[in-house]
């Protein structure tokens, strides 16, 4: 897939042919014996390119030393760099921070004041992923043979997209790959055929790309070696999507014509194709094995040559896992890469690996990295690590002293320690904490590999939303404002993401006492029901752009507990060795047990009647 003029493409990212496995594992080999020195290149060529940066002038003062950048560059958050993301959405010159040309705004999933926090982007950095995703071909054909015999039916999508006020495009950062030319024109690989054409993926009515995916993936059931999309809880959006219009697809099949519904046309033109001329057998088979009571196994029975299903099932991605397997009767479940808005990371080497199991080894060419020392917090059962010397109390806490903080880099991490992950771009990023707690699980070559323990700050998470304890808190007290005007008071509270059903939603558990006698009050459905709703209004951008334009969240639902409940759960998690003294109710459960304490407990539940308000900004 390496796009456009090779020449043009810095030494940094060598040039290879990507049908060729050998060049692409030497090349691995290569970057990840050389780490040091490829780091050191990598800092040498992005300082000497931005120095002159209003940014980095304002530190470096002239000088290009890694010792004086460290000391003098600050370690920043993206509040701190905001100001000049702004200015560059209003209209001033990229090069304020960037040297290259910023061409577009990439909106992360992360939230800062509710709204998508908004990643630098250059030409030349299409180039660089491009280069990462090539990558993944020969680690891939290294485990699974064959691939070039068939395809891959990868559910891609793209998502809304706008222009800031000085009309750049600000857009998610796989919207902007797969609108790229570096996708579009890419050349023919033979180990990655898609079933779903361009057009298909491209569509930016999310329906009809769905549907139209599923199409080709049926007509080409027999041709389809892999399955995936890139994260786990697309994956299953589009098996639920499956269950409720296989009957349709199937008539279409049957057919051999596509429903009138479809009506961008480019998708109606590349399926008319696919589909070609009426296939009644094949619409038999597919609505024998659809039409069966039970789905379990449905991926292997609807795909019989799949050999893997590629989605990304660590992080908060797990808790997909066990639905995941009923549904592909124990495929295995590849996650191949860990990648963000801001920068592409690390490659599983070991892609069969089980997904606890899995490692990523950070490409040294892609950033310079650095690396915040964190310690594991004993105290609750270590589900979350408490940064050392860099968040006072744990890593829920929301801001770092930023003086004192020293960073390892990428080629003295220690096995076995748990860091922050800080970045230092070619897009015109400096010292950026990305917000991801990784552990070192050991080493390929000379690069170390990392699992992905979690990301700061997030305590619930169903698709790419990621809400904070601090979001759920300011979502929660606008709700109880609501009840507490009918003297009912709002004891405790706690919550947590049910992914039982597809899509998953917000689950919250709440305490409720009246105002006087200490009973559990009688509640009133519609007051309740908009307390849900005004949950939901609170929540960041995000969340809200999942639950009502991408539907991969469900209606948020309050359960009503019996009074004592909070003190049977904090009983529990004193069983399990947290401190009566230092016991603070976690805002998050993730606790099967602590879930059947709360859940056994349960008074009535009210779910969200509306789906909160969200535009595109
Ligand atoms: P975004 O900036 O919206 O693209 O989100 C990037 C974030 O998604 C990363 O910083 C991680 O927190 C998470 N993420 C990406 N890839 C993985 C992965 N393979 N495993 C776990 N989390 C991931």
Redesign the pocket.
Known sequence: MTRGNPCQLPGMLPNYDPNDNEAGMKILEDLTENVEQIQQRVFEEIITRNARTDYLKGFLDGQFDKQVFKKTVPVVNYEDIKPYIERIANGDSSNIISAEPIIELLT???TSGGQPKM?PSTAEDLHRKTFFYNLLVPVMNKYVDGLDEGKAMYLLFVKPETKTPSGLMAR??LTSYYKSNNFQNRPFNRFNVFTSPDETILCSDSKQSMYCQLLCGLVQRQEVLRVGAVFASAFLRAIKFLEDNWKELCSNIRTGHVSDWITDPGCRKVVSLVLNKPKPELADLIEHECSSKSWERIIKKLWPRTKYIEV?V????AQYVSTLEYYSGGLPLV?T??????CYFGINFKPLSKPWDVS?TLIPNMAYFEFLPVKEKNEDGAQYVQCNGVCKENCMEKETEKEDVETVELVDVKLGQYYELVVTTFTGLYRYR???ILMVTGFHNKAPQFR?VH?RNVVLSID?DKTSEEDLLKAVTKAKVIVESLGILLIEYTSYADTSSIPGHYVLFWELTSKGNNHLPVLDPKIMEQCCSTVEESLDSVYRRCRRKDNSIGPLEIRVVQHGTFDALMDFCVSQGSSVNQYKTPRCIKSGEAINILDSRVVTRFFSQKAPFWELV
Not at 337 to 342: R, T
């Open positions: 992360s999933s992360g990643m998610p950062v990304i660590t992080g908060s991605m996650s890469m860990y990648a963000s808005s801001e990523y990305v917000g991801d992905f990301r790419t």
